[in-house]
C-alpha cells in the first residue's frame, strides 16, 4: 500500500492505495471522479486523458503513486463552479460533438490540451492529434468541427447541421 | 428550423451537459455498498474437453469469497436463442445449449469456464491463476467450408453436424430463379466476404447483481440496449426469477450498435451470484474481454448471381450464403443472416425473381449476432456489388443500370415478402448527382493523376426494413419476441410531463428528441416534458432500441399515449368551459373553444385533473396519465443514393477518402442535428469496414484481433468530413410521425459505395480487378494491382 498525495481540479487530495494502482483508477474508485473513463486495457482509447501538471496523459498509462504530488485536470474540473461550459465543451454541444458521451471526456481533455499548445489548428492538425482518442459514434466529423470552431474558426461551410 | 424547439429543430442536446462534465451515469460508475468483484477465467482455446477444474489451491487465495464453476448452475436454464429459424425442409433449426458457465467443453476462446467472487477484482483475477484446469484440447472448427465437410470435427458433441439449419427463402422460387438464370442472355457473378467485425462501442460492459434478500428481490445494472428484455430473458429462461422479483436498469449506456442487445452469461452470473453470496457482485469487462466474449457482427461468404437482359433490366437474382454463427447461437443470430438479409435483396430494383440461400454454420469462435444493420448491410453489399460490376460488363454507366431498374411505383410488394410503403429513388439520386458534382469526376480525376494519385467514383443506392417490427408477422417467422414497444405520458398537476418510454437511448439523443414530438403536440416549451428510460422498475414493458426503431415504433407509442392524455384533457377543459368536447381545440398550450374568446390554459386543465373539484366525477376518472403500446403494421423503408470519391497511391496501395455524399430519405424527421450525427456514425463505421475492420481468427482458433494494437477501428484522420442530405421526404404512411429511422443508414449504404470506388480507380488505371474483399488494406490493393 502507497500513500499519495497530489492536487485535483484544484483540491488536494490522498489516499492510501495498492502500489500499482493506476491514476485512473485512483480517480474513479478513491476519489469517485467518475467522469474520467476506461475503455480499453493497452492505452489506445484516450477515453481516460487528464491533464498532469498541464500534459495531457492517459490515466491508464501511469501509477497514482507517479502523480504525487503533480497538479491533475479531470473533466470535473472543466466547467465553471457555477456550471458554465467551459469554450470547448459548449462548442461540443452546440456542433454535436458527442453523442454516447463515453469518450467525451478524453475527448475535451485531448481538445484542450491541442489549443493549448496549437490555438488555430487545422483540420488536418485536430485528426492527427486525435490519433489517440477513440470515437465510435460520431465518425469524427462533428468532434473535429466543434474543435475548430471552439478554437474560433469559421466552420458554417462544414456541411449543413 | 422551427423557432418553438418542436419537430423540425435542431435543438441541442440536454444530455450533453452531464456528458460534458464527467456527470454522467453510466453503469461502472456505479457502486454499491459492500460489493464483491468477479473475474471470470476463460478458455485460451478455442476447443476442448473439461476433464476437471482444482479450485482448491484457489480458493485459499486472500480475499476470495467463492469460486463457481458449471456445477454451480445445475437447474439454471442456458443462455436462450430468442428466434427459431425453420429451415427449408420445415425443420427447426440445431439449437445447442449456452450454459452460463462452460459445461463439459470449451468451444470458443474467451467461453467462461469458472467465477472467482472476491473482495476486490485484483484477488479475484489473482485467485483465477491459481486455478487449476484440466481440459484436453480438441481439434476446433474456424472455417465455414471447413466445418459443412464431411467428417469434419463438430462444435457441439451432441449434434448432427455443424450445421445449424440450412434455409431457401423463398423455396417455391428456387426452381423458376434457377431456370431464370439458365436462360439469360447475361449473368453476373461475384463472390465476396464480408467479413467478421466486433462492435466495439467506447463502454465495455458491465453487470452488477444486487439481492435484497429481506424482499426476495433482485436488481441488475447492466450496459443494456433492451433492460425489459434482459428482465424477460434471464428472468424466464435461465434463473426462474419472475418479473416482480427483478429489476433491471440499464441507466447512461456508452453506445451499443447491436452487441449490447443481447442478454449474456455474466448478466445471469452476477444476478446469480449475488443471491449465492448474499453481496452485490459486479463485473467490469476490459476491452479484451470484450473482445472475447461481445457477440460480433457480419461474417458471411456469399456467391451472388445477377441475371439480366439486353437492355440492363433484371431478370433474376440467386444468392448463396454461409453465415457464421460461432460456437453458440447468441440472442437473435439466426434472424440475421435469414429475415434481415434475405428480405432485403429487391434492394431498390423490380428484380422479379429472387431466391436467397442460406446455410449457418456453428464454428469455434465468439457468437456472431446483430451489429450495426444486421443483415441489411449484408444484403446491399453484395447486391450492390454485382450491379457493379455487371454494368461494367454490360458497359453500362453504373448509376443509368440502377435508374433502369429502380421501383417507381408505391406500394411495392418485392418477391421477398416485403412492401415498400413509399419511396422515391431518382429523386435521392438526383439529389445525390448534383451534391456529390458527379459531372465534374473528370477533372479531379485528372488533377489526381497530375499527384500520381489513381482517383475512383463510386456510387450505389440502398434500401432497409426498420421500425421493426409487425409482431404477428414475425412472430410467423420465427421470433419468440413481440415488437411493439410501450410509452406513458404521464402529466403532472402543474402541467410538466414525464415520458416513461421503452425505446433505449445510448447515443441517440431520446432526452432531447422525444420531448420535441410531445412539445409540438401540446404546444408547451420542450424543457416541460422530461424522458424516463432504461428501468424496468419506472416504464411498462418495453422492448428497447435496436434495428432504427426507436422513433418509429418507440415515438409513436409515445405519440398514441400523448393522444389520449390530450383527448382526456380536452374533455377536462370542455367542463371547465361548459363547452361541448367537440368544439374544444388545442393550439400552443392552451384549450380554446372554437368560435369564442374562451381559453383554458394546459396548466388549468391540468391541474384540474388532479385537484377535481370543478370536475366531472361521474364521466371521468381523475388524473392524466396514459399508457399505450404500439405495434407496427409494417416495417419502415429508409433508402439513399451514397457517392463516394477515393485516391489510390499506386506505390503503396493506400486508399483515401477524397470525399464522402450520403443522400437518405428518412421521411419527416424530428431533429435534423441528431439525424446527420447518426449518419456521420454509421458512415464512420461503413468505411471502417470497408478499409481498415476485421475480426481475425487463425486456424486454432486464436483470436489475432483481440485489442485496439490489432483490430483497426477508424480514427478521426481515417476519415473525412461528410456530406449528408435529407431533403428528399417520402413520409412512412403507416406511422403517426411518417419516420422512418435513421441509425443503420450510414454503416449499410457505404461499405459497396467504397469497394466500388477502389475498383472504378484500379479499373481506370488499367488493372483488370473486378473485386477486393474487405478491408481494403494497403497490402490487398497492392497485391490486386499487381494482378
Known amino acids: ?37 476506461v475503455g480499453c486495457d493497452t492505452s489506445q482509447c484516450g477515453a481516460c486523458v487528464v491533464h498532469v501538471n498541464g500534459r495531457a496523459v492517459k490515466a491508464c498509462t501511469m501509477f497514482a503513486v507517479e502523480a504525487e504530488g503533480a497538479e491533475v485536470a479531470t473533466i470535473e474540473g472543466e466547467a465553471a463552479p457555477d456550471g458554465t461550459l467551459s469554450a470547448i465543451q459548449q462548442a461540443f454541444q452546440d456542433h454535436h460533438g458527442l453523442q454516447c458521451g463515453f469518450c467525451t471526456p478524453g475527448m475535451v481533455m485531448s481538445a484542450k490540451a491541442l489549443l493549448a499548445e496549437n490555438p488555430k489548428p487545422t483540420e488536418a492538425e485536430i485528426r492527427e492529434y486525435l490519433e489517440g482518442n477513440i470515437c465510435r459514434c460520431t465518425g469524427y466529423h462533428n468532434i473535429v468541427k466543434a474543435i475548430m470552431a471552439a478554437s474560433g474558426q469559421d466552420v458554417s461551410k462544414i456541411a449543413a447541421e | 428550423m422551427p423557432a418553438d424547439g418542436g419537430i423540425g429543430a435542431s435543438t441541442k442536446r440536454r444530455e450533453d451537459v452531464r456528458f460534458l462534465t464527467g456527470q454522467g451515469n453510466y453503469t461502472d460508475d456505479i457502486n454499491i455498498h459492500n460489493q464483491a468483484h468477479v473475474f471470470f477465467l476463460r478458455s485460451d482455446m478455442a476447443h476442448g474437453k473439461i476433464n476437471g477444474i482444482d479450485t482448491a489451491a ?134 465476396l466476404r464480408n467479413q467478421r467485425l466486433v462492435a466495439n462501442p467506447m463502454e465495455p460492459r458491465v453487470a452488477i447483481g444486487v439481492y435484497d434478500r429481506a424482499d426476495d428481490e433482485h436488481t441488475l445494472y447492466t450496459t443494456s440496449q433492451n433492460p425489459h428484455v434482459i428482465r424477460l430473458l434471464m428472468g424466464a429462461f435461465v434463473l426462474g426469477i419472475p418479473e416482480h422479483k427483478l429489476r433491471v436498469v440499464s441507466p447512461d449506456v456508452g453506445g451499443g450498435f447491436g452487441t449490447k442487445i443481447f442478454h449474456y452469461q455474466e448478466e445471469a452470473f452476477c444476478t446469480f451470484a449475488a443471491k449465492a453470496v448474499n453481496r452485490p457482485v459486479k463485473w467490469r469487462s476490459s476491452r479484451s474481454e470484450a473482445f472475447m466474449s461481445d457477440a460480433q457482427g457480419r461474417d458471411h461468404v456469399t456467391k451472388i448471381e445477377l441475371a439480366l437482359d439486353e437492355e440492363g433490366k433484371f431478370l433474376a437474382i440467386r444468392t448463396n450464403t454461409l453465415a457464421n454463427m460461432g460456437a453458440y447461437l447468441s440472442t437473435f443470430a439466426p434472424s440475421v443472416p435469414t429475415w434481415l438479409h434475405g428480405t432485403l435483396m429487391a434492394g431498390n430494383y423490380t428484380t422479379p425473381l429472387i431466391y436467397v440461400n442460406v446455410k449457418a454454420v456453428f464454428t469455434n469462435t465468439v457468437p456472431v449476432d446483430a451489429y450495426r444493420g444486421a443483415g441489411r448491410p449484408e444484403a446491399t453489399f453484395q447486391l450492390e456489388r454485382v450491379i457493379d460490376k455487371a454494368a461494367r460488363e454490360l458497359g453500362i454507366d453504373p ?68 421500425g421493426i417490427a409487425p409482431s404477428n408477422l414475425v412472430g410467423q417467422l420465427g421470433a419468440r419476441a413481440g415488437l411493439y414497444e410501450s410509452a406513458t405520458v404521464r402529466v403532472n398537476a402543474t402541467g410538466s410531463i414525464t415520458v416513461m418510454t421503452g425505446s433505449h437511448s445510448h447515443g441517440q439523443g431520446h432526452e432531447t428528441a422525444f420531448p420535441q414530438v410531445i412539445a409540438d403536440m401540446i404546444g408547451i416549451d420542450p424543457e416541460q416534458v422530461e424522458i424516463v428510460h432504461g428501468d424496468t422498475a419506472k416504464g411498462p414493458m418495453g422492448m428497447g432500441t435496436y434495428g432504427s426503431r426507436s422513433l418509429a415504433v418507440g415515438g409513436s407509442a409515445m405519440v398514441r399515449a400523448a393522444e389520449k392524455v390530450i383527448n382526456k384533457a380536452r374533455k377536462i377543459a370542455a367542463h371547465l368551459m361548459e363547452a361541448s368536447e367537440a368544439d374544444i381545440e388545442l393550439k400552443d398550450g392552451r384549450f380554446t373553444v372554437k368560435g369564442t374568446d374562451k381559453s383554458v390554459a394546459w396548466g388549468d386543465v391540468t391541474l384540474a385533473a388532479y385537484v377535481p373539484h370543478n370536475y366531472p366525477l361521474e364521466e371521468l376518472e381523475p388524473g392524466l396519465e396514459e399508457t399505450a403500446f404500439y405495434d407496427p403494421s409494417n416495417f419502415t423503408y429508409p433508402a439513399g443514393a451514397y ?145
Not at chain 1, 22 to 27: A, H, I, N
Not at chain 2, 758 to 776: C, E, Y
Open chain 2, 643 to 787: 457517392a463516394c470519391e477515393v485516391e489510390v497511391d499506386p506505390e503503396t496501395g493506400k486508399v483515401d477518402v477524397c470525399s464522402f455524399h450520403a443522400v437518405d430519405d428518412f421521411g419527416n424527421i424530428v431533429n435534423p442535428m441528431i439525424v446527420s450525427g447518426q449518419v456521420h456514425g454509421g458512415l464512420g463505421q461503413g468505411i471502417g469496414q470497408a478499409l481498415l475492420e476485421n475480426c481475425v481468427y487463425d486456424d486454432d482458433g486464436q483470436l489475432l484481433s483481440a485489442s485496439y494494437m490489432d483490430y483497426a477501428m477508424p480514427r478521426a484522420d481515417d476519415l473525412p468530413f461528410y456530406s449528408v442530405d435529407h431533403s428528399c421526404q417520402t413520409p412512412c404512411t403507416h406511422n403517426p410521425l411518417g419516420v422512418k429511422g435513421c441509425g443503420e443508414a450510414g454503416a449499410i449504404g457505404s461499405p459497396p459505395t467504397i469497394v466500388n470506388a477502389v475498383v472504378d480507380a484500379l479499373q481506370r488505371a488499367g488493372h483488370d480487378v473486378t473485386h477486393i474483399d474487405m478491408p481494403l488494406t494497403p497490402a490487398r490493393v497492392w497485391a490486386a494491382m499487381q494482378g
Open chain 2, 399 to 466: 448509376i443509368e443500370l440502377r435508374r433502369r431498374n429502380f421501383i417507381t411505383e408505391f406500394p411495392y410488394e418485392t418477391p421477398v415478402a416485403l412492401t415498400y410503403d413509399t419511396g422515391d429513388y431518382h429523386a435521392t439520386m438526383d439529389k445525390l448527382e448534383e451534391l456529390a458534382d458527379l459531372k465534374g469526376f473528370e477533372a479531379r480525376a485528372a488533377e489526381s493523376k497530375k499527384r500520381g494519385k489513381l482517383r475512383g467514383l463510386g456510387v450505389n443506392c440502398y434500401i432497409e426494413a426498420c
Open chain 2, 58 to 191: 484457489a480458493e485459499k487465495m486472500p480475499g476470495v469469497i467463492r469460486i463457481f464453476t458449471s456445477k454451480d448452475f445445475e437447474g439454471v436454464g442456458g443462455i436462450p436463442c430468442g428466434w427459431q429459424v425453420t429451415d427449408r425442409f420445415g425443420e427447426p433449426m440445431q439449437e445447442p445449449k449456452h450454459p452460463v458457465l462452460a459445461e463439459g467443453f470449451v468451444r470458443h476462446v474467451g467461453e467462461p469456464i469458472a467465477a472467482v467472487v472476491a473482495e476486490t477484482l485484483q484477488q479475484a483475477r489473482d485467485a483465477a491463476e491459481a486455478i487449476e484446469l484440466d481440459i484436453e484440447e480438441l481439434p476446433p472448427v474456424v472455417d465455414m467450408a471447413a466445418a459443412l465437410e464431411e467428417g469434419a470435427p463438430k462444435v457441439h458433441e451432441d449434434l448432427s453436424s455443424n450445421l445449424c439449419f440450412d434455409w431457401g427463402f423463398v423455396e417455391e422460387n428456387r426452381e423458376a430463379v434457377d431456370e431464370a438464370i439458365r436462360n439469360a442472355p447475361h449473368v453476373t457473378t461475384l463472390e
Open chain 1, 1 to 37: 500500500m502507497a500513500e499519495v498525495s497530489m492536487t485535483v481540479n484544484g483540491t488536494p487530495v490522498s489516499g492510501n492505495v495498492p502500489d500499482n494502482t493506476l491514476l485512473v483508477d485512483f480517480l474513479r474508485e478513491t476519489l469517485e471522479l467518475t467522469g474520467t473513463h
